[in-house]
């Protein structure tokens, strides 16, 4: 299971860092992934990081203003959110991809193991 934490309120233009931690499993041989859904929306794709951490892929709608990390020693996964914008406001999750593709990394339904996500509300 994963866990997102770290969402809260923040103004436009600030930052953020939210984390994903897993609890048992093969945490290490896994791509995790970030999605967000905004009320009234679907989950969208917001970024990946392969299992080693060496790769990762940003959403176009964030790039240049988020980025991933992770540190397999500590089961974590990292989001780095600078320049927040007040349509980055959603409840953020992480999963895990046990066979990522460039072609289908986008999908919400090649991630597992999703926990409750987190809050991110940007305000103007």
């Known amino acids: 299971q994963l866990q997102a934490f770290g969402g809260g309120l923040v103004q436009a233009g600030g930052s953020l860092r939210l984390s994903c931690k897993a609890s048992?499993?093969?945490?290490?041989?896994?791509?995790i992934g970030w999605f967000r859904q905004a009320p009234g929306k679907e989950r969208e794709f917001v970024g990946v990081?392969?299992?080693?951490?060496?790769?990762?892929w940003i959403a176009d709608s964030v790039k240049g203003r988020f980025s991933i990390s992770r540190s397999n020693a500590e089961n974590m996964v990292q989001l780095q959110m600078n320049d927040l914008k007040t349509e980055d406001t959603a409840v953020y999750y992480c999963?895990?991809?046990?066979?990522?593709?460039?072609?289908?990394?986008?999908?919400?339904?090649?991630?597992?193991?999703w926990g409750q996500g987190t809050l991110v509300t940007v305000s103007s």
């Open positions: 999963g895990a991809n046990p066979k990522l593709s460039v072609a289908t990394m986008f999908q919400s339904c090649r991630y597992h193991w």
């Open positions: 048992g499993g093969a945490f290490s041989t896994y791509a």
């Open positions: 990081v392969n299992w080693s951490g060496v790769n990762s």
